[in-house]
Structure formats: structure tokens, C-alpha cells
């Protein structure tokens, strides 16, 4: 059974870097795309961007500048950063295995952003 | 970007009772690209419905989906009580793939 594990700071400053990192078990990360999504009150479910094995990404537009993810096959991890972040980037944020469909997600975790 | 409107915000049901979501976009989702996720409190969104239509692996087939175009729709033909929880339609035909707000579907 495939299973993922969000990591990473819950408390990020504002104009900081927010940084996450998610840990997939049970399976292989290769041949696979890995999503994170994010969710607030606010603005409910947001999809951030895709990263596929190889590297390959396609991000949201609205977030486009400001996102980078990566990938390392070797440990089966992947990451997410945000940077210049702003009370608005507070949310839950999931990252999930899928291109478009996601069948697997970890359990998400709340990233604040405050001061 | 695709923006879908889902109504109504909240059904209130008795278990056995049929449901019926809807989804609407703001410009036409090509090729029926469009999901449907059930997320209950504490735990991330499920898989249900993709390609308008299809169930995902492992849903009861009590779920149904259906609609075209801009209007789309999701029945639960018999609530049972696991089923109470927030339903999102997402649009994957055109990026950015979008959400909308959720169905809160509680009991009565």
C-alpha cells in the first residue's frame, strides 16, 4: 500500500521560503507524477503543481513565480517551496500521487503564516 | 480559468435517502474532464469519480456521476451513514485544474 508523509516547518514568517517535503512508502516515486495541493478557508482546494520522475513540472499559473519542485528518486521523496509567502499561502497542504487524478495522498499538513 | 459553482452549499439528509450534487462551470469542460472527490473532517480528499462518469477503484457503485458540457452532476442513490461529508467537483480539461467550494452533504 502506497503511502505518503508530508514534512516540514508548520510556522513559516512572512516573505520567507515555506518548504515541504513529502516521503512516499510502499511503492516507487519513478514512472509515477507527484501533485501537491493546498487548501484554505479562504480559497478551499487550490492544485499547486505537478512534478513528474524525471523532473519534468507544470505549475499554476497564479503560483507560478513562486513555486519550485523537485524530485529525488534515490530517497522517494519529493518537495515543494513558496517563496516570498503571505497570509494567504496559510493552508493545508497535501501532497498526492497523479498527474491530474489522484489516488494517494498524505495526510497534509497545515503550514502557518505569521509573524 | 475554468471556475465551477457547485450547489446547493449544504443537503440535509436521512440516511437512505438519494442525494443529488451539482456542478456547474463557467465555460465548457472538454471531454468530460471532471472529478469528483468526497474529503471527510481531518482527512484528505477520496478519489470517487473521473471522466464525468467513471468510478474509481474500490467506490460502490451507489455513486453515480453524469453531465457534460458545463453541468455536471453526482447521486448517491442511498445515503449510507459513512457517506456524510463534503463532496468537490474538479475540472482537469483545461490548466490550471480547478476546484469548487463543496457539498456539504449532512444528516437530518
Known amino acids: 500500500q502506497v503511502q505518503l508523509q508530508e514534512s516540514g516547518p508548520g510556522l513559516v514568517k512572512p516573505s520567507e521560503t515555506l518548504s515541504l517535503t513529502c516521503t512516499v512508502s510502499?511503492?516507487?516515486?519513478?514512472?509515477?507524477?507527484w501533485s501537491w495541493v493546498r487548501q484554505s478557508p479562504g480559497k478551499g482546494l487550490e492544485w499547486i503543481g505537478y512534478i513528474y520522475s524525471s523532473g519534468s513540472t507544470n505549475y499554476n499559473p497564479s503560483l507560478n513565480s513562486r513555486v519550485t519542485m523537485s524530485i529525488d528518486t534515490s530517497k522517494n521523496q519529493f518537495s515543494l517551496k513558496v517563496s516570498s509567502v503571505t497570509a494567504a499561502d496559510t493552508a493545508v497542504y497535501y501532497c498526492?500521487?497523479?498527474?491530474?487524478?489522484?489516488?494517494?495522498w498524505g495526510q497534509g499538513t497545515l503550514v502557518t503564516v505569521s509573524s | 480559468e475554468i471556475v465551477l459553482t457547485q450547489s446547493p452549499g449544504t443537503l440535509s439528509l436521512s440516511p437512505g435517502e438519494r442525494a443529488t450534487l451539482s456542478c456547474r462551470a463557467s465555460q465548457s469542460v472538454s471531454s468530460r474532464s471532471l472529478a469528483w472527490y468526497q474529503q471527510k473532517p481531518g482527512q484528505a480528499p477520496r478519489l470517487l469519480i473521473h471522466?464525468?462518469?467513471s468510478r474509481a477503484t474500490g467506490i460502490p457503485d451507489r455513486f453515480s456521476g453524469s453531465g457534460s458540457g458545463t453541468d455536471f452532476t453526482l447521486t448517491i442513490s442511498r445515503l449510507e451513514p459513512e457517506d456524510f461529508a463534503v463532496y468537490y467537483c474538479?475540472?482537469?480539461?483545461?490548466?490550471?485544474?480547478?476546484f469548487g467550494q463543496g457539498t456539504k452533504v449532512e444528516i437530518k
Open positions: 471522466g464525468a462518469s
Open positions: 510502499g511503492g516507487s516515486i519513478s514512472s509515477y507524477y
Open positions: 498526492a500521487r497523479g498527474q491530474i487524478l489522484c489516488d494517494y
Open positions: 474538479q475540472q482537469y480539461g483545461s490548466s490550471p485544474w480547478t
